[in-house]
């Protein structure tokens, strides 16, 4: 597992200019609020799915995101939970294509009830249908593939 602190990393798509708000001092070198990021290990399925979950805070704000790679073919069902303190969990439904690109799927935020440690995400991956038989599994704390 990595626990990372990225000055100003994985804004895309964030919205959030701190320097540009009323009131507030600029950001470390301009660069943004920095986001303390915990990932599991990069994961393959022997169908083809690829995946690495991570745990992202920024300010406030706490989410799950990760990012994947589907080259069975086939569209997937794919689901990305982000499991906090006090047995809270957010899960959110990740869309995913069969075009072999890498993507990521993201939980909305909510507000930090503790630091990267007291939360967990995981994205499974199955196949579609009620039946479907799962994937791959990936988690923001999982074991190193050494089993570190």
């Not at 990760?66 to 957010?90: F, I, M, V």
């Amino acid at each position: 597992m990595s626990d990372v602190l990225v000055p100003g990393a994985l804004r895309h798509g964030d919205g959030k200019d701190p320097s540009a708000a009323p009131g507030r001092s600029p950001a470390l070198l301009d660069l943004g609020l920095a986001t303390a990021v915990r990932c599991g290990p990069q994961l393959s399925s022997p169908e083809g799915v690829e995946a690495q979950t991570c745990v992202l805070i920024q300010g406030a704000d706490t989410w799950a995101r990760t990012y994947y790679r589907n080259a069975t073919g086939k569209s997937l069902d794919a689901g990305l939970s982000l499991l906090g303190p006090g047995g809270r969990t957010t899960r959110t439904r990740c869309d995913t294509g069969a075009d072999d690109e890498p993507a990521t799927c993201e939980t909305p935020r909510e507000r930090s009830r503790g630091g990267a440690d007291a939360y967990t995400a995981v994205a499974e991956f199955a196949e579609r249908g009620p039946a479907g038989a799962l994937l791959l599994r990936s988690g923001s704390n999982s074991e190193d593939a050494d089993g570190g």
